[in-house]
């Protein structure tokens, strides 16, 4: 979502980096220039303005025109601002350590309510957490049957009612929770195309009714200022404890998640990154400051691969690769793991210096979906020994796998030019070595 935004800023932050000597002057024409670019962006009028305000006051100090470092300092600056824009610090979810943890879920219809409620229970369930969720969405049609769905992906039980009553959906929950010994509720209420007197008056009883442990208002991300006045209306009404940024995956230009807490003065905990129920990461300030100054997020990426990749096979794999022992079976692996991750884009977008190389790259993310096919339509022998693999095997592969010959061809190449580059690093590891302790 922020390639355009960290791209035109990079830009920015370049011309007032590359100066010799900075000045009052050169230093407010570059700031107003940011200023363009976060309105560019969407970024709220107001916030925009007390976000240059601030960082003005600080980059025009005497310590930054004297230092011999002034555009890096500057960078520091506004990435300091940008992190306090967006929060400061990151802010868990409360869950309630002795009783039932009711949470429930608020926001237009359209912004991802459902599927976050599943992505939440999800990984509440993952933490040893007793969780269900509520069909409190009585009015969108099949909405209860896509939460049944999300449910039985992740064997999370749904508790719905069969009459159009979201409000004793909600209360008779609360009940069954107790009967059944469960110490977390999700409820899902329903949404509207746009905020109306009968849907938050709706909202408003159901939280006065289940006295919820947190209220978690839902934004898609790439609505814009609407996605701010949407904001704002729900905190009028409910009082919520956090947001959740969804569609972060999107293309939009990022203004209302520059915005959002700034505007309502409520934390964002959690964002969403893609379709997938594991889609789901804890928001944390300075780590999307920096994607947005194009420095990466490099913490989150390898924490993704900590939670996807088992410590055994890594060691088991890293002794293939020294060896230059590696297969199309280690390879089906491996890719296997990084769809775990998440999509390619929001992976590349964590890896410092990347976003802005890519910016008009293809990534096709059902390439890998392809590579996958052809490595399962292979037999043991043929991954662990790819030179056997002759003409009519080739066809073979191809056809089980719905692709071309040529498609079957251009992996088999690439995977042996791999090979190569993986032995030549494993015999200059091994001199280096011999160098070393020699």
């Known amino acids: 979502m922020f390639e355009e935004l960290s791209l035109k800023l990079d830009t920015a932050l370049k011309k007032i980096r590359g100066q010799g000597k900075l000045t009052e002057s050169n230093v407010s024409d570059s700031l107003r220039e940011i200023r363009r670019i976060l309105l560019d962006a969407d970024v709220n009028y107001k916030v925009a303005k007390e976000f240059i305000e601030k ?3 600080k980059a025009l100090g005497r310590e930054v025109i004297a230092s011999i ?5 500057i960078t520091k600056i506004i990435y300091d601002e940008l992190t306090q ?3 400061g610090n990151q802010e868990d979810m409360k869950l309630n350590p002795s009783g039932t943890t009711v949470i429930l879920i608020v926001g237009l219809q359209g912004s991802g309510k459902t599927t976050f409620s599943a992505k939440l229970a999800k990984r509440l ?3 040893k957490r007793k969780v269900f969720l509520v069909a409190a969405d009585v009015y969108r049609p099949a909405a209860i049957e896509q939460l049944k769905t999300l449910g039985s992906q992740i ?3 749904v508790f719905s009612i069969e009459e159009n009553d979201a409000i004793k959906a909600a209360s008779q929950s609360l009940q069954f929770a ?3 010994h469960y110490d977390t509720v999700i409820i899902d209420t329903a949404g509207r195309l746009h905020i109306d007197e009968e849907m938050m008056n709706e909202v408003a009883k159901i939280k006065e009714l289940t006295k919820p442990t947190e209220t978690l208002f839902v934004v898609d991300a790439m609505t814009g200022q609407d996605a701010v006045n949407s904001a704002k209306a729900f905190n009028d009404t409910v009082n919520y404890d956090g947001i959740i940024l969804t569609k972060l995956d999107g293309d939009a230009r990022g203004g209302a998640a520059l915005s959002i807490r700034s505007f309502v003065g409520k934390p964002i905990k959690f964002v969403s990154n893609g379709e997938k129920l594991t889609d789901l990461d804890i928001f944390y300030p300075e780590r999307l400051a920096s994607r947005i100054l194009g ?3 490099i913490v989150t990426l390898v924490e993704k691969a900590q939670e996807t990749i088992d410590e055994f096979e890594a060691e088991r794999l890293e002794e293939k690769l020294r060896k230059n022992k590696f297969d199309f079976d280690d390879f089906l692996k491996q890719i296997k793991a990084i769809k775990k991750m998440g999509s390619l884009s929001s992976i590349i977008g964590m890896i410092p210096g990347i976003g802005s190389q890519i910016k008009n790259a293809n990534i096709d993310e059902r390439a890998l979906i392809k590579v996958e096919a052809i490595i399962n339509s292979m037999t043991l022998e043929e991954r662990s020994a790819p030179k056997i693999l002759n003409g009519s095997r080739r066809k073979r592969i191809a056809k089980g796998s719905g692709t071309s010959v040529q498609d079957v061809n251009r992996l088999i190449k690439q995977f042996g030019e791999m090979q190569k580059m993986i032995g030549q690093l494993s015999k200059r590891g091994s001199m280096m070595k011999n160098l070393k302790f020699n």
């Open 55 to 57: 960082v003005s006051a």
């Open 125 to 127: 369930g993952e933490k």
């Open 178 to 180: 107790k009967e059944n």
């Open 69 to 73: 470092t002034p555009g890096q300092l």
């Open 295 to 297: 420095k990466g997020d």
């Open 85 to 87: 824009l967006l929060g």
């Open 155 to 157: 064997n999370i039980p």
